[in-house]
């Protein structure tokens, strides 16, 4: 059984930085792509980022595009999400997802398996 598990929220100041981290256990060898989404409250979840099995590719939404980062670390079986010049409206939960696909997009439906959440809440 796949799992995956956020960690790394919490409360920062506006513009400041955060890393989240998506550790994945129970995965086996194949494609493996992975996103990140976030939930504000009263609001649907929203992309915010993926890693691509196919070529490392990697796809930001315009809101996050050169202040977001995604990495992975194959050995660890980790994925991060470096979140630099924060801004209260990036205020959320924070989901990682994967999918056993080598091509990802920005729908949720498109992923598989998901972690429970991580709050993530940036103070102006």
């Known amino acids: 059984q796949v799992q995956l598990v956020e960690s790394g929220g919490g409360l920062v100041q506006a513009g400041g930085s955060l890393t989240l981290s998506c550790e994945v256990s129970g995965r086996t060898d194949g494609s493996w792509s992975e996103g990140w989404f976030r939930q504000a409250p009263g609001k649907e979840r929203e992309f915010v980022g993926c890693?691509?099995?196919?070529?490392?590719?990697?796809v930001y939404a315009d809101s996050v595009k050169a202040r977001f980062a995604i990495s992975r670390d194959n050995a660890k079986n980790q994925m991060y999400l470096q979140m630099n010049s924060l801004k209260p409206e990036d205020t959320g939960v924070y989901y990682c997802a994967g999918a056993r696909r080598s091509i990802v997009g920005t729908q949720a439906s498109e992923y598989e398996f998901w972690g429970q959440g991580t709050q993530v809440t940036v103070s102006s």
């Open positions: 890693i691509m099995w196919y070529g490392n590719t990697k």
